[in-house]
């Protein structure tokens, strides 16, 4: 043995390779894995942006602020075309010309100092109104003209509220592309626009659509919960749809590629996403403030998210709905008891609560039977979308879960008497956006290929998917059409409105010679159109009343009247007046009448006939589509819808009149 030999010693050995941990060996296993086959029915496969991006899917790479536009300039045309408010709308309406009109010393002049209605409403809609509509307002008098006619102040609150009602439509459908895809998002849009309840009522003052849009805004945070955003995801949609149509569409995150913030701490370590303090925020301040019976909405959804899904931890949730309910709870008491002038803190939601439940005072107005909302009330207001959302129900869980709250709701609403369709508006749009994942579920089954079909999917389309994919644009044009029509007929329910303006009208303001006019409005014209804001003659001297209980002619002409706004003209010019004499012409006021007929009246309408002539259905049909091939579709509102002559019979009848008092000169 060398001295070199001792002076190594023993030979070394190779040091082993340690061997994996089990949990290393699992992930190891996990990475190789091959990808899980999945059937092509599976709910997430057919809306998966990333997997079905295909030349077909063009409606998804539509800019979304088009589809928000077009919903906006629809509900423009709709205020256009009936301006005027009815009486479901009556304590808003008044409450937002009080609010911008007068000043702070003049509350006594408020009208629902004098015309409380049955039960209280909350200010604090109003409130909000005047506080959007004063820089528009600002706007419009910056020239100096401080005399704007006053129904444009109607106008421009009408207006306002719409984008206010479309902004909670965007929000809403930010939230459906985050939880369900692009394509899901643009056929919630279509839907939504050529909804013709959506449209016309989206904005009108009703408590209804501000629980909407409280609805909106809090269920578009939670779907942007479910699946929050991240630098990666949107980069790789970005690379995949520029790979396809060779740039980016500007649909991809709403218009822009925002520089995403990635939160360092995991989700778990965040205690509650501020996506969802939105949500739990807005949907208790709409049931506190607006529509109490959201509650039976808001809390099954706070619950299974809590509990059952698991989305949102305990404490934080309890926590941000107790705080929330404080400041909602305080507003609406606080304004409504200084603006109700009660002697009492005044919760308006509570009264309406009582009155409509604990009462059963609402029974009054009418009641329907238990299923009345789902056989009637949703198939009239959702037509296309309900069927449809009845279908994603069934089949996908995602539905299930937000819109079992909504049928808990409906179920809750069932158990009391009286039904309206407006009670069900704050869920509408949940409605459609069930039914937008039926829609891109057919549209892509019918428009896929072998090429197109996801990887790792199994099964195929089947032979009736074309087709029903071809007739989704049919369906929706159908749905715009009878949107179009639903809107000039529904203009002919506000001649009380229409009879306000034909006062002004009638009655020049130069030639006034026998002092201003004291005008009176019957109950039918005053709850069918008439408001403050047409009472246009106020400041130059005018006087606008609608005492009630007048039940004689002696008391109109005892009250100094010098013009009636009425339904019942026979009860001052006597029976008979517009029957035709022997000399064919009408009788007119009997002897001794302190009134006269101003010529001509106000009509409203009757009823609406379906009537295809008389050679039916198919004859109308046939003749249609002569007429379409050979003139082409025009746009005609007046006398057709696109030029086709609608099989709709739309009846009018006189309703309001005018009287003006014997001797008094205009």
Request: proline share 8%.
């Amino acid at each position: 043995m060398t001295p070199e030999r001792k002076k190594m010693g023993p030979a070394a050995t190779p040091p082993a390779t340690p061997e994996p941990s089990k949990p290393q060996a699992t992930a190891a296993k996990e990475a190789v894995a091959p990808p899980a086959i999945k059937s092509l029915y599976s709910p997430e496969v057919l809306t998966n942006d990333h997997t079905n991006i295909n030349y077909h899917d063009f409606i998804a790479i539509v800019p979304p602020i088009f589809y928000d536009l077009a919903l906006l300039l629809f509900m423009v045309h709709g205020i256009n075309t009936a301006p005027y408010t009815k009486v479901e709308e009556s304590f808003n309406t008044q409450a937002i010309h009080d609010l911008m009109m007068y000043k702070a010393n003049e509350f006594s002049s408020y009208d629902h100092l004098a015309f409380p209605g049955v039960v209280p409403r909350t200010f604090i809609g109003p409130m909000i109104m005047k506080l959007v509509t004063q820089p528009m307002v600002s706007i419009m008098t910056s020239d100096g003209n401080k005399n704007l006619d006053l129904d444009w102040y109607l106008y421009i609150a009408r207006y306002v509220f719409a984008f206010i009602a479309v902004h909670s439509l965007r929000i809403l459908r930010q939230g459906v592309t985050r939880a369900f895809g692009y394509t899901v998002a643009s056929f919630f849009s279509l839907i939504c626009f050529t909804q013709f309840h959506l449209v016309f009522w989206g904005s009108r003052f009703i408590p209804n659509t501000w629980a909407m849009i409280f609805v909106s805004y809090a269920f578009g945070a939670l779907f942007a919960s479910w699946n929050p955003v991240s630098t990666k995801e949107t980069l790789d949609v970005l690379r995949e749809r520029q790979r396809i149509f060779g740039s980016p569409p500007t649909s991809l995150n709403d218009g822009k590629v925002r520089k995403l913030k990635v939160s360092r701490k995991t989700p778990e370590e965040v205690p509650i996403p501020f996506s969802l303090v939105v949500a739990l925020g807005s949907l208790t301040f709409a049931s506190i403030v607006f529509r109490l019976e959201l509650l039976a909405l808001f809390v099954p959804l706070f619950l299974s998210e809590v509990f059952i899904f698991k989305h949102i931890k305990v404490v934080p949730a309890f926590v941000t709905v107790a705080i929330f309910s404080l400041i909602s709870l305080s507003a609406t008491v606080l304004t409504d008891t200084l603006m109700w002038q009660s002697e009492s803190l005044l919760w308006p939601e509570l009264k309406v609560f009582s009155f409509n439940v604990l009462q059963g005072r609402s029974s009054e107005y009418g009641t329907s039977p238990p299923t009345y909302y789902l056989t009637h009330l949703l198939p009239k207001i959702a037509p296309l979308a309900f069927p449809l959302a009845l279908r994603a129900y069934v089949a996908d869980p995602r539905v299930q879960r937000f819109m079992n709250p909504a049928l808990i709701f409906i179920a809750t609403l069932s158990l009391v008497g009286h039904k309206e369709w407006r009670f069900l508006f704050p869920i509408l749009p949940l409605v459609n956006v069930a039914a937008a994942i039926t829609l891109t579920r057919v549209h892509r089954l019918g428009w896929m290929t072998k090429a197109s079909q996801p990887a790792h999917t199994t099964g195929s389309p089947q032979f009736y998917h074309k087709p029903l994919a071809l007739l989704i644009p049919v369906a929706l044009a159908v749905s715009f059409v009878a949107a179009n029509a639903s809107l000039e007929v529904s203009s002919l329910n506000y001649p009380g409105g229409v009879a306000l303006r034909a006062v002004h009208d009638y009655v020049k303001m130069s030639d006034i010679e026998d002092g201003w006019p004291v005008v009176h409005m019957d109950v039918y014209t005053c709850q069918n159109g008439a408001s403050r804001f047409l009472e246009m003659g106020r400041k130059d001297g005018w006087t606008y009343r609608k005492d009630e209980g007048l039940s004689r002619d002696d008391e109109f002409v005892k009250a100094g009247f010098s013009h009636l706004l009425t339904t019942t003209p026979e009860l001052h010019v006597g029976a008979g007046w517009n029957e035709l004499g022997v000399d064919g012409k009408p009788v007119g006021p009997a002897k001794g009448s302190k009134w006269e007929v101003v010529p001509g009246y106000i009509h409203a309408l009757k009823d609406v006939k379906i009537d295809f002539g008389p050679g039916g259905a198919m004859a109308w049909a046939q003749q249609t589509a002569e007429k379409v091939m050979q003139d082409g579709i025009e746009w005609r509102p007046k006398r057709h819808v696109y030029g086709v002559k609608l099989p709709i019979e739309v009846r009018k009848e006189p309703k309001i009149y005018l009287l003006q008092k014997k001797g008094w000169k205009s």
